[in-house]
């Protein structure tokens, strides 16, 4: 084996190591074979390497599985997340003040706030109507996510001391299937708390920094904002910084994702190379090797300060580098080494980046320019060589981050590589003129401004393309969870076309096994499904019905529950059309959320429960009668009431029935109930309100479901006392029943 190749393997061990850890059974399991490979693989493969080096493999992949538990963050003793129970009374709002050091610049978030870290420092507790501190002072550490109102943030930047005020939380574990776990966010982070801030005040008004990256950043934004504008200015910067390095506008930076162009938003490789290429052309003849690697290496290191750091960014430094020290020792160097190098070297120094998705996909697209794009050219020979680039580089990148793209994002853009070969000419001469737009401002704020404002009407054609793709039917087709196991199996497969020469040669038989290896499962999975489950989504009531392709849901919350619960849920299981969308308790926020996850989703039918009018002028709600049976292939619904909204599921083919109770008072007990209303169900699901003995008694439940965390605990020792199995989405999550008779709560085991 020669030595290129050797480090590689071992440089590939290591990640091995690393990607491992995400199931200790998986991890042991794969040291335990490994032991007696050594011994047999010598043996039946005559080029194997020596014995000595594959001990060294397999102890590389276990320090580095170790390692990496190591490295995962950890509270302190005296972490400000330890102090969350102390400081808040049961059912009150308990005030606290918390000192402590910005630690990053603020950024916008969705709802519209500003957001930032800080390093706590010391903790008082806030006693009285008039917020004054009480006595308990404790010296904390640890790092805080802070909401704060926007207008509180303006010019606060990392290093700046602060005292905030307002309430601390423990972030919520991901209660839904497919949904985003804010907790694993902040823990990987290195955060374990979070605050919603009232007050912020900067005890020591005269704190300034002189000069920061971040001051620099914003420098260069406003320059190519100020004759641009948002949201065209903001864009023209994120292609050169990367989005994290701006606030762009979340609405654009989703239709970007819809179709397949993230990446045109993630600096990385791209402008790493034209900073190289252009440092090297501009200095070639004037100044010696020496002086151009310095050069070279100096304006990446900007480069890299301006983007903030990200660890995209940062791998395509470390290989923009290595071309540095190839140019200055003279000597060649192999790129797949130096990636492989790279990468490693990196996660040696964090290897929390191994689960970072910008991280992953910047290696494994970089992976495919490498070792896809020439054999992919060979087969495109009779294009055009501008018209076969065009197509090669984006297609070799999507080949190999596809697969993890399916198993993180769970949608297939279906109009990825057009998007791309229509709108790479764009995006290059944009990031050209944008880097050049950026250097200027970064010196002349004006004389930038001009440059960038000659990006105009590319950058308003490329958001033209984008909005053109994401009209059309079907952007992102929702596959839903791939398991790891076809997630290896892809990549297996597309190792195999690389490093097979007969797999080369035909390649259609491995495109077609991989094709069947997602699309089987999950037709025979959409053929056969029958589940109902319920969503935990604070204390509303939220339905999900699948029955062999056909999807009922029954209401959509508000905005954030639309998008950021019922949404990701749906593509997790696959669902690219809701046929029959079911709302009992319209108002302005239900309104809202429908047109925003339909949106996201299609949508074929609106209906509401009782009511004559029409609540909407944009969607047309059809009104499902009280007491009339409304049959949706298997599923029957029968409206009961209006006042509270009683209504009964049934699925006569496996003898299952619902009730639906929905009430906003939360106590039931009074006589807007009927117990001649009430039928018996074999399950009840809730608001979690007070509920009488005879009104239990009447529906004879055996399981039931409240949508809070906090249900009526009288209700709930009268459902006990009648042997009912009693389910909370607020603290087990959502609710899955199948047709096995088997409920299924979503956090079962969770800490």
């Not at 308990?136 to 509180?152: C, E, I």
């Not at 602060?162 to 823990?187: H, K, Q, W």
């Not at 070297?345 to 992976?367: C, Y």
């Not at 190792?495 to 077609?512: A, R």
Request: hydrophobic content about 45%; charged content about 15%; overall charge positive.
């Amino acid at each position: 084996m020669r030595n290129t190749q050797a480090a590689i393997f071992l440089c590939l061990a290591y990640v091995v190591g690393l990607l491992i850890t995400f199931n200790p059974w998986v991890r042991w399991g794969l040291l335990v074979v490994a032991i007696p490979l050594v011994w047999l693989l010598p043996r039946f493969w005559k080029k194997s390497p020596n014995w000595q080096f594959l001990v060294a493999t397999i102890a590389i992949v276990g320090c580095a599985s170790f390692y990496l538990e190591l490295r995962v963050p950890k509270p302190a003793s005296n972490d400000i997340s330890n102090y969350i129970p102390a400081t808040a009374e049961r059912g009150t709002t308990q005030f606290t003040t918390v000192q402590g050091i910005v630690d990053s610049y603020p950024r916008v978030t969705r709802s519209q706030n500003g957001q930032f870290w800080l390093n706590a420092t010391q903790l008082n507790e806030i006693q009285g109507e008039r917020l004054r501190p009480a006595d308990v002072s404790r010296a904390v550490s640890g790092r805080v996510y802070v909401t704060v109102p926007l207008q509180s943030v303006t010019g606060l930047q990392p290093g700046v001391a602060v005292s905030i005020t307002g309430t601390l939380y423990r972030p919520e574990v991901n209660a839904n299937p497919g949904g985003f776990s804010f907790r694993d966010y902040l823990s990987q982070s290195g955060g374990f708390a979070g605050m919603r801030c009232d007050q912020l005040r900067v005890p020591n008004e005269s704190q300034t920094q002189q000069w920061s990256w971040g001051k620099l950043r914003a420098r260069i934004a406003a320059a190519q904002v100020q004759w641009l504008n948002v949201p065209i200015g903001p864009l023209v910067t994120a292609m050169v910084l990367g989005s994290e390095a701006v606030d762009l506008p979340f609405e654009l930076r989703d239709r970007f994702v819809r179709v397949g162009l993230a990446h045109a938003l993630a600096a990385s490789g791209f402008q790493v190379s034209l900073i190289l290429n252009a440092i090297l052309a501009l200095t070639r003849k004037r100044l010696s090797v020496v002086a151009q690697s310095n050069v070279g290496a100096l304006a990446l290191l900007i480069f890299l300060g301006l983007t903030g750091f990200q660890p995209a960014v940062v791998r395509s430094v470390v290989m923009g580098m290595a071309v540095l020290v190839g140019l200055r020792t003279q000597r060649k160097i192999n790129p797949l080494s130096s990636l492989f190098l790279a990468g490693t070297l990196l996660l040696i120094i964090n290897p929390l980046w191994i689960w970072d998705i910008g991280f992953e996909l910047s290696f494994l697209a970089t992976l495919g320019l490498i070792v896809t794009v020439e054999p992919l050219q060979q087969k495109l020979d009779w294009l055009p060589p501008t018209i076969a680039d065009l197509i090669t580089v984006p297609l070799a990148a999507s080949i190999w981050t596809l697969p993890i793209q399916l198993y993180v994002f769970k949608v297939f853009p279906l109009y990825s590589l057009p998007a791309n070969v229509l709108t790479s000419p764009l995006i290059s001469i944009i990031s050209i003129g944008g880097t050049i737009g950026a250097l200027v401002g970064a010196i002349i704020p004006i004389f930038g401004s001009a440059i960038s404002w000659l990006l105009y009407l590319p950058t308003q054609l490329l958001i033209g393309i984008v909005n053109l793709f994401n009209y059309l039917p079907g952007a992102s087709f929702a596959v839903g969870q791939i398991s790891i196991w076809q997630l290896i199996a892809l990549y297996a497969l597309i190792l195999g076309v690389w490093l097979v020469p007969s797999w080369q040669q035909d390649w259609k038989i491995p495109t077609g096994i991989g094709l069947l290896v997602v699309i089987v499962p999950l037709i025979i999975w959409k053929t056969t499904e029958l589940q109902i489950t319920t969503l935990a989504s604070n204390d509303r009531q939220i339905l999900v019905i699948q029955d062999r392709g056909k999807t009922i849901l029954i209401n959509s919350g508000n905005e954030s529950i639309a998008r950021f619960t019922i949404a990701p849920f749906l593509q997790q299981q696959a669902v690219n059309r809701v046929d029959s969308a079911i709302d009992f308790n319209l108002d302005a926020p239900a309104i809202g959320s429908w047109q925003t996850l339909a949106q996201i989703v299609s949508i074929d039918k609106f209906y509401q429960i009782g009511g004559n009018s029409n609540p909407s002028e944009i969607i047309k709600f059809e009104t499902l009668l009280l007491g009339k049976t409304h049959k949706f292939d298997r599923v029957e619904i029968t409206p009961i009431k209006t006042n509270p909204v009683i209504f009964q599921i049934a699925i006569p083919e496996v003898s299952q029935k619902w009730l639906v109770i929905g009430n906003d008072t939360g106590d039931l007990t009074q006589s807007a109930i009927d117990l001649e209303q009430l039928t018996p169900s074999s399950t009840l699901y809730w608001s979690g309100g007070r509920l009488t003995e005879k009104s239990i008694a009447k529906i004879r439940p055996q399981v039931a479901i409240a949508a809070t965390a906090n249900p009526d605990p009288e209700t709930i020792k009268l459902l006990e006392k009648n042997q009912v199995r009693v389910y909370y989405t607020g603290r087990d999550g959502a609710i899955q029943w199948t047709p096995a008779g088997q409920f299924k709560p979503y956090l079962e085991g969770e800490g």
